[in-house]
């Protein structure tokens, strides 16, 4: 099967500024690919190529089999991309909201199914607004998904998440997966990157620097004679106060 994304030699200039400095890779029909990197790195520019909405100035890019320079509309029907939940229109219940984004492709979608897919649809009358930071961002996974779409693009989705709803939308990451949908996510969590990606690739200005399976780079990491100062401590204040002291109560 061939790849589902194909980025060769991309390059993108701000006037002084190399944002993206010749990357290639490949991305594989239903895998989660991690883009990485420090800001500034890239990341956005490279995505935003991908998506169709920026112009790369030389390289090459396909995605789902289709060139995003001759056709960046037919890129837009094939994916799904996940907005900030700021972007949605006021006002709207959930059901709504993934209503309006499947007007947005002329679709007639079963709402309440993807509400459910993404847990949501015991919430489905209550305005978007009013959903809580986790409930937001698992609505915005559904609008993404309103034209069951080939590659789905997230973008930190899991920034200002508290633990648990971190995990429920792993999860939710993780059962779109499965559904055969290829993820490629972009990520400042290194151990959400870790617990759910294929590949990764890490961007440092401009170029890709290391990109494999994240047990990879740290095997090769650990080969590279890499290691890493274990912080066991072997006494604590308690036992720092005990031996100044003593054992004994001095209640007396
Ligand atoms: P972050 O993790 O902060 O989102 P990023 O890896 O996504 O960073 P980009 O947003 O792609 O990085 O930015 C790469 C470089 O290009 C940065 O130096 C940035 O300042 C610059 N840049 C991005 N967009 C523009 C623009 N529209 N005009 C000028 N410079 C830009």
């Known amino acids: 099967m061939p790849p589902i994304v194909q980025v060769a030699d ?3 200039r701000y006037g002084e500024i190399e944002a993206v400095r010749g990357i290639s890779f490949d991305v594989q029909q239903g895998e ?22 920026r112009k ?13 320079f001759a056709d960046p509309s037919g890129v837009k029907q094939r994916i799904g991309v996940q907005l900030q939940a700021s972007a949605f229109p006021e006002h709207l219940t959930a059901r709504e909201t993934v209503d309006f984004f499947a007007a947005c492709y002329d679709l007639d979608v079963d709402a309440i199914g993807l509400l459910r897919a993404v847990e949501l ?3 489905a009358g209550q305005l978007q607004e009013r959903l809580s930071g986790g409930q937001r961002q698992r609505l915005s996974i559904a609008t993404a998904l309103v034209n069951s779409p080939q590659v789905l693009f997230l973008d930190e ?6 633990p648990q709803a971190r995990r429920n939308l792993w999860g939710l990451i993780q059962s779109i997966r499965r559904g055969g949908t290829t993820v490629f996510l972009t990520t400042h969590y290194l151990d959400e990157a870790e617990v759910l990606c294929d590949r990764v690739a890490i961007m440092d200005q401009g170029r890709i620097v290391a990109m494999d399976p994240p047990r990879k780079l740290i095997g090769d990491l ?20 005990l031996d100044l002291t003593g054992h004994e109560l001095r209640e007396a």
């Open 157 to 162: 989705p899991t920034t200002g998440l508290d």
């Open 32 to 53: 989660v690919f991690g883009m990485l990197g420090p800001n500034g790195a890239g990341k956005t520019t490279t995505v935003e190529i991908l998506e169709g909405l």
């Open 10 to 12: 991309l390059r993108k």
């Open 222 to 241: 650990l080969a590279r004679g890499f290691t890493k100062p274990v912080a066991q401590q072997q006494a604590s204040l308690e036992d720092v106060f």
């Open 121 to 123: 649809d015991e919430r």
């Open 56 to 68: 790369a100035d030389t390289g090459s890019a396909r995605v789902a089999g289709v060139d995003v």
